[in-house]
């Protein structure tokens, strides 16, 4: 049974931090890569950061860097996103996703965690 579970999400104020956690079973982790998007009301689906099965590699979305952190835990099947100074505009629901990089057209999502800024 494959599953993505994000938690961390909630409601912050303007210039304040989160940590997402999402933690992977039922696959072979280190053989995914690891990415995190967003989705805001009214708005398409964005990546906001990625990293490569080995962590060698991440890429952040323009309008992150900076303020976000991507990591992964191979041993904990964990990927996290720390989030520091946040913006009304990173409002979003966050989700989990994971690439099979043996066939990268294999993909994994999680529900979604909630992170909603404002004062």
């Known amino acids: 049974q494959v599953q993505l579970v994000e938690s961390g999400g909630g409601l912050v104020q303007p210039g304040g931090s989160l940590r997402l956690s999402c933690a992977a079973s039922g696959f072979t982790f280190n053989l995914h890569a690891l990415s995190w998007y967003r989705q805001a009301p009214g708005k398409e689906r964005e990546l906001v950061a990625r990293i490569s099965s080995s962590g060698g590699s991440i890429n952040y979305a323009d309008s992150v860097k900076g303020r976000f952190t991507i990591s992964r835990d191979n041993a904990r099947n964990t990927v996290y996103l720390q989030t520091n100074s946040l913006k009304s505009e990173d409002t979003a629901v966050y989700y989990c996703?994971?690439?099979?990089?043996?066939?990268?057209?294999?993909?994994?999502w999680g529900q979604g965690t909630q992170v909603t800024v404002s004062a």
């Open positions: 996703n994971a690439q099979w990089q043996v066939d990268r057209t294999i993909t994994y």
